[in-house]
């Protein structure tokens, strides 16, 4: 296979995978691709047009595309081909993100991101050859360009229009044991085709799939099997699988440390690593190039890990390979150095899943698959080995009956791979690899939890420095205040977001943030709840509607009460329960829980309390942060609200009751909410932004992998404001205000959206996408980070609860309240009493 054609291939994986019944990722076998149109620009630009965001201009045979902003793109002449076909480019790009290709058909002459394929582009002012696979049905008549997503200049040299002829049978599906390797033949064409496969021939009907099964007689404990499918007058379909049997006789070399037994095979072509006897995972096969390992001998020498780990490496090369291997506090440490590009370490953890995760794209539970489309139906679903901008932190982990099996790197453009179960091989195990030419990572297994890997994971190498702010504090006031009275306002009050179709209404919220900002009340007939997406409801203290605030809030825990189940769940009925194993999930049941414990918190009342402890005891059964968000996302997806809420709702529970075990689940809930944040950069806005969840809204679009919305990770943000002050596991007000320094970076700092939030952003464009969302929320989490009170203050002791516009502390029988001299305030008292104040700028109220 030539180098073109594996290009392509690679390509044209996840297309080939898409209409597969089970995952495939190996690539349907390209026999050539036909040249159809090509454009070059010699005599001009070919009838290549600009459309929006650029201009184009033919110089010495380049297309030169000048990008003036974030939406580039140019249109071809019309023509007419048939598929399947592929688009060939050769490009220089000096502007910034990936490209991608959208066509229109004689069926359907719209242009939509349906009829698109997308490409990446290295920046780097260097010749590039791209090919990309379009998966286009009818007539195609015309294509549109895409060539970045920022500033800048793309040069095109050529672009070609083939159409691919693949081969017609393709190896869909393998299955591994120990002694037999079956694969399942697809037969794409119209006519039967007879073929053999290990020496054992079969016929497929047209469109059929046929499972054949050859006998494998390797008997070492690692062995890498061709597979092999031959048709008469046809070019070979093959793949490798590799093998592992743990209880085959080897040469073994083997090492110890803290309990972790690494037994290495003598001719390195895996390794097995152990606790307490039993196989947790193996190294299957160490490394490999394109379905080849290397031969490989131990040697000595030095390397990249000999002067951090000194002695006790091992060492192999063989084949331009050289691997390191070396035990430390019970963790391996892998690092690999080839002249191409390799794949490794394999890590295939052995057992049942019970949890798995690959940082910023799968949250698994018990039993379940990755890439599947649960949460997300369209070949995006096909992550196993995704861009690595998507990837938040460099951890994938699978946790099984025999312990959790984790693999952490720290250079983020290594490619990640990750398939459970392990479909590249065939076998029941769970796969995780990287691809790279020169690799570094470390390998866990140990007894743990999911929450235990990810703290592993983060204490490697600690949180992040925090990103510069910015603008100061002041500025920052300044800007949210202009948002407020600027694209937010309007005739009765404020819009959640800038955009008119927002209905304007008086929002408790954002009168509460202009009366902290400006000591203030505006004039208000009425007061809305709502608004915000963290509750600041000081308004009604200094309005005099305290009793419409404890009257709103009551009917507000009763109701709750009264939908809460006996068993303390909420129950989801509707369209986004499709694919789920129930219908409940954390997140579902987690917001209102948080919602009457901190109605309780507030007041003391009892039947809240009594309720939200009882929804505590019930959430002890999930394990994966989920169903936040179900007015447009499945009660499956995995989703950092979720986290938000449970933390919320445990650190209520626990400050309530001081039962320990709630501060436990506040603890694993946070930790949980981890992945969901960057932990590592690439562009000016991204360290701490977070990914809201891990699919897409209605199954389809848009994706919001890979797509910070910094909203969602506000509130999580703000629970951990709340966790800070009992547990110390991370850093939480770090964390959380390393979120809120990327929230006030996404703001807009100028023009008609002035000081609000971008719905979402892009990170490679560096773009702002709406609706355009208000300020308060992110005012909430800078005072509460900052020490200041910015919604009600709350102080209990063994007699008393108060509620107060103003710091509030009890002593002696007395409300000692910090407030602002000449204001009148309301302040509750024990749930039901309500006291005005006059304030002398220091107040003492008897409470007896």
């Given amino acids: 296979m030539t180098d073109r054609v594996l290009s392509w291939a690679l390509l044209t994986a996840i297309g080939a995978a898409a209409v597969a019944e089970d995952i495939n990722p190996y690539p349907r076998t390209l026999m050539r691709a036909e040249s159809l149109v090509k454009w070059t620009f010699e005599a001009g630009d070919a009838g290549w047009t600009a459309l929006h965001d650029c201009t184009v201009a033919a110089e010495k045979g380049v297309l030169r595309i000048t990008s003036t902003g974030t939406d580039p793109y140019l249109r071809s002449p019309a023509f007419k081909a048939e598929g399947p076909l592929g688009v060939r480019l050769r490009l220089m790009g000096a502007a910034g ?128 099997v061709p597979l092999r499918v031959e048709a008469k007058g046809l070019p070979h379909v093959e793949r490798t699988v590799f093998l592992c049997r743990p209880r085959a006789r080897e040469s073994w070399i083997t090492r110890e440390s803290a309990g972790l037994k690494l037994r290495v095979a003598g001719d390195g072509t895996g390794a097995l690593l152990e606790r307490d006897g039993v196989v947790v995972a193996a190294l299957a ?76 794209l799968e949250y698994l539970g018990k039993g379940e698959a990755s890439s599947s489309k649960l949460d997300i139906e369209t ?39 990750y398939a459970v179960p392990n479909f590249f091989d065939g076998t029941p195990d769970h796969r995780m690899a990287l691809r790279g030419r020169k690799i570094e990572a470390t390998v866990f297994a140990r007894p743990a939890a999911i929450e235990e890997v990810i703290h592993w994971a983060v204490q490697r190498h600690g949180l992040p420095p925090l990103p510069k702010p910015p603008r100061s504090r002041d500025a920052q006031h300044k800007l949210c205040l ?234 999580y943000a703000y629970a951990l404001t709340l966790l800070a002050p009992h547990d110390r596991t991370l850093d939480w007000a770090h964390l959380a205000r390393g979120i809120l320094l990327s929230a006030e970076q996404q703001q807009y700092p100028d023009g008609k959206l002035v000081g609000t939030l971008p719905d979402s952003f892009h990170l490679a464009a560096q773009r702002r996408q709406g609706p355009n969302i208000n300020p308060c929320a992110i005012l909430s989490l800078r005072w509460a980070l900052d020490g200041e009170l910015d919604s009600l203050a709350v102080a209990a002791d063994a007699r008393h609860r108060v509620v107060s516009p103003f710091p509030v502390e009890l002593r002696d029988g007395k409300a000692h309240i910090k407030a602002r001299k000449g204001t009148t305030y309301q302040i509750l008292v024990d749930g039901h009493r309500i006291r005005d104040i006059a304030s002398e700028g220091t107040d003492l109220v008897p409470l007896d």
């Fill in 285 to 360: 096969p160490l490394v490999h190039r394109g379905g080849v390992a290397p031969r490989l001998a131990r040697v000595g020498g030095s390397g990249p890990l000999s002067k951090v780990w000194g002695g006790g490496k091992l060492v192999f090369k063989g084949d331009g390979v050289s691997i390191e291997l070396s035990l430390r506090k019970g963790d391996l440490h892998v690092a690999i150095e080839s002249g191409q590009l390799c794949e490794g370490p394999v890590v295939r953890a052995f057992g049942s899943l019970e949890a798995g995760l690959f940082a910023g």
């Fill in 97 to 224: 993100g990936n490209g991608q290709v959208f066509w229109a058909t004689a069926q359907s002459p719209s242009i939509e991101q349906a009829k698109s394929a997308h490409f990446a582009l290295a920046h780097d002012k260097q010749w590039h050859d791209v090919e990309v696979p379009l998966d286009a049905t009818g007539t195609v008549t015309m294509l549109r360009l895409d060539p970045a997503t920022a500033p800048g200049e793309v040069a095109v040299q050529s672009i070609e229009l083939c159409r691919l002829v693949r081969h017609p049978l393709e190896i869909v599906r393998v299955e591994a044991g120990e002694d037999e390797v079956a694969v399942h033949v697809r037969n794409h064409s119209a006519e039967p085709l007879a073929f053999t496969f290990g020496g054992a021939a079969a016929t497929a009907a047209a469109g059929s799939v046929q499972r054949v099964a050859m006998a494998v007689e390797a008997k070492s404990a690692f062995a890498a």
């Fill in 482 to 715: 202009a948002a407020l009275n600027g694209p937010l306002k309007g005739e009765g009050g404020w819009g959640h977001c800038a955009e008119p179709n927002w209905k304007r209404q008086p929002f408790a919220p954002f009168a509460s943030t202009l009366w902290r900002l400006t000591g203030e009340v505006p004039k208000l007939d009425k007061l809305a709840g709502g608004g915000s997406h963290v509750e600041n409801d000081a308004i009604y203290f200094v309005t005099g509607r305290a009793k419409q605030w404890l009257d709103m809030r009551s009917a507000q825990a009763q109701g709750l009460i009264k939908s809460q189940k006996p068993d303390g769940s909420w129950r989801y009925q509707g369209q986004y329960q499709k694919g789920h194993s129930e219908d409940t999930a954390s997140g579902h049941c987690a917001r209102p829980a948080a919602t009457l414990l901190e109605f309780a918190h507030m007041t003391g009342d009892k039947a809240a309390l009594d309720a939200g402890l009882k929804a505590l005891d019930y959430m002890k059964r999930f394990r994966v942060p989920r169903g936040a968000q179900t007015w447009e996302l499945s009660l499956h997806t995995p989703d950092i609200l979720a986290s938000a809420y449970l933390v919320w709702a445990y650190v209520r529970g626990h400050e309530l009751t001081g039962r320990e075990d709630c501060l436990a689940q506040a603890r694993r809930w946070a930790l949980s909410g981890v992945p969901f944040v960057y932990l590592w950069s690439r562009y000016p806005v991204m360290l701490y932004a977070t990914i809201p969840v891990y699919g897409a809204t209605n199954y389809r679009a848009p994706n919001w992998m890979g797509l910070p919305v910094q909203w969602c990770g506000g509130v």
């Fill in 379 to 417: 070949d995006e679903r096909l992550r196993y080995a995704p861009d690595p901008l998507k990837v938040t932190m460099p951890l994938m982990a699978c946790v099984t009956e025999r312990g959790a099996v984790a693999l952490a790197w720290g250079d983020m453009s290594l490619q990640p791979v």
